[in-house]
């Protein structure tokens, strides 16, 4: 099942990582800086409530979506007291898990918009459009989740580092020069034809997407 919730996510131009049992989600969540856990109840090792209660004991506030089979009010009360955001209980449509997903990404980044619009740009992250000056952008998946990191970190400098750990799962290859095949796409997607450029590179650093008129 979590291949299957992690391969939908992916399509879904999210970055995944899968942890197998309750110990190695714990290592995950220690080294890594994760926007969402999706914690099943029925782990090996340790259980999801466990799992919770001890990310949130170590001070992890990173939102944590709980699933489980048990539709029972007080196991819903066990995972909320363990310190989940929300409880999803099987089997569930993808769609919804999808939809809470937006809900408690929403609800950790200060309640985005759906919509941001940086100069003439317009990302909707609902539909996953993406517009300059009028005029639709067609991105592949990969594009549209490293053009949307950049939207969050909007005026930010965002390091290769950073974009490593949010948009490429753990599968990523530290010495590939995909992130700068991929930036280059995009500039010449977003920027190509327009005389004001959104993405800006600070060689050695990183990347800079705003609007500089």
Known sequence: MANVIAKGLREQSYAVDVAQDGDAGLYQAAINDYDLIILDVLLPQRDGYEVCRELRKRGDTTPVLMLTARAAIDDRLTGFDAGADDYLTKPFSFRELLARIRALLRRDS????????????????????????????????????????????TGELVSRADIADHVWDDTFDPFSNAIEVYINRLRKKIDGRHANKLLHTRRGEGYILESRH
């Open 110 to 153: 200060q309640l985005r918009p759906d919509v941001v619009e940086i100069g003439d740009l317009v990302v909707d992250a609902a539909s996953h459009r993406v517009s300059r000056a009028n005029c639709d952008v067609q991105l592949t998946a990969k594009e549209y989740a490293l053009l949307e990191y950049l939207v969050r970190r």
